[in-house]
């Protein structure tokens, strides 16, 4: 069970998705370097790292659902 903490919404516009806001740097409408055809194998369990393109940040995701995706560690409310 993943706590609501270490989830992010996201965007799929065609191939690519995009989050609007970086759960870090709060840069806006960020794209990331995974694509709409990764999303199938992250639901299946498969882990991914994603490093954020604004200010490399490094997560590692553990899943994802049509709305979400799921980090191992918390995105919100880290302060
Ligand atoms: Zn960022």
Redesign the pocket.
């Known amino acids: 069970m993943i706590p609501f903490e270490n989830t992010w919404p996201y965007e799929i516009i065609q191939q690519d998705i995009y989050v609007n806001e ?1 759960p ?2 709060s ?1 806006s409408n ?1 794209l990331l370097p995974i694509k709409k055809k990764d999303l199938p194998e992250l639901s299946r369990g498969v882990k991914r790292l994603l490093v ?1 393109p ?2 490399h ?1 490094r997560v590692t995701l553990m899943d994802a659902d049509r709305d979400y995706l799921l980090a191992k560690q918390p995105l919100r409310n880290r302060r």
Do not use: H, L, P, T
Request: net charge negative; with cysteine.
């Open positions: 970086c870090f740097c840069e960020v954020f604004c200010c940040n």
